[in-house]
């Protein structure tokens, strides 16, 4: 399959259920290929359908609707799903897009914060999602180098992972959190990690 631009989209959806009619409105208004989609707090019992897309969840392994990271991809473009990667710490949702020359991997994750996640925790989940991959969501891991305020222990150990696995980053280096709390300053928090994707061949935009 021969396609020159897949536009993905990265979404926390702070529960994907109660959104429904805005995430609908969202696709059609973006063209959105593959959206992406961070704290989806489903469960094996959740059902959503959209029209003319395919839907891969990965729930939080406890069960419970909370946590948990989802993919919505164009039923048209060829591809199918990937193991999940789920545990405590990270759970991602992963298919392979099927194009030529080089099929890659896509995987939408989410990381609750509650959790210390050490560099290996990271290269793991590299590992996992193979060769050739971009993964985008809501980290939870912030670094003054992808544009959060400031860094966190979570934050140097990824971007430790991202080195040792000779992978790459990129973010709008805009806020992408918005505390309800006025007196907290919004952060950046959401963001896409890549691996032996050319640089050239990505561009990331806010909406």
Known sequence: MDIKTIRTAEWNANGLLHHKLELLQFLQDNKIDVLLVSETHCTIRTVLKIPSYSIYHCNHPDGTAHDGAAILILTALQHYEAPAYQTDKIQAAIIQIKVQPWPFNIAAMYSPPRHKIEAEDYKNFSHHLGKKFIAGGDWN???????????????????????????????????????????????????????????????????
Do not use: M, V
């Open 141 to 207: 891991a912030k670094h003054t180098n992808w544009g959060s305020r400031l860094t966190t222990p979570k934050g140097r150990n990824l971007l430790q992972s991202i080195t040792n696995c000779n992978c790459s980053y990129i973010s709008t280096g805009e806020p992408t959190y918005w505390p309800s709390d006025p007196n907290k300053t919004p952060d950046l928090l959401d963001f896409f990690i890549y691996k032996s994707i050319a640089t050239n061949c990505i561009q990331i935009e806010t909406n």
